[in-house]
């Protein structure tokens, strides 16, 4: 069982709707644009995304200098709309019980949106060059992503 008192939780307020937030975050094409970090690329074609609870994600991350892959994926064990997306991360076909648990909240604060990240499971900190500093990598990609010029289908 994966130990949860370990763990991070970082926050962006970010200049986007809830709801281009939550697409973000759930649609394929979305997530092929944003989910990794600088160095790296999420190939269009290695997204896959059952949105249900209980439900399985995949993605691979690819580093451009390398061309070294980390298949990435889990199950989502909570979904409401808008607000709140929780899921496990780790190995595409790893024990849920044993990945790590991450919580997206979604707030609205008028013309911004606060959006919280939490991850529980694993050691992070500042300078780690692992789950700390990728997720905020990661993150600062998606606000990029979100505030520079896009279209939401």
């Not at 044993?98 to 694993?122: C, H, K, N, W, Y």
């Amino acid at each position: 069982m994966i130990d949860t008192t370990k763990g991070f939780t970082l926050t962006r307020e970010i200049d986007a709707t809830p709801e281009e937030l939550w697409t973000a975050w759930t649609d394929p094409d979305e997530l092929a644009h944003w989910w990794h970090p600088r160095g790296a690329t999420t190939p269009r074609d290695s997204v896959q995304v059952d949105l249900q609870v209980g439900g399985r994600y995949a993605y691979t991350m690819v580093n451009d200098e390398t061309g070294d892959a980390y298949p990435t994926g889990g199950v989502y064990r909570e979904i409401v709309p808008h607000e709140r997306l929780v899921f496990t991360w780790g190995e595409p076909g790893a024990d849920p019980d044993d990945s790590p648990i991450a919580t997206v909240t979604i707030e609205p604060l008028g013309e911004l949106t606060r959006m919280t990240f939490q991850l529980q499971g694993v050691e992070g900190a500042v300078g780690d060059g692992s789950f700390y500093d990728g997720w905020v990598s990661a993150l600062d990609v998606l606000v990029e992503h979100l505030q520079g010029p896009h279209v939401f289908g």
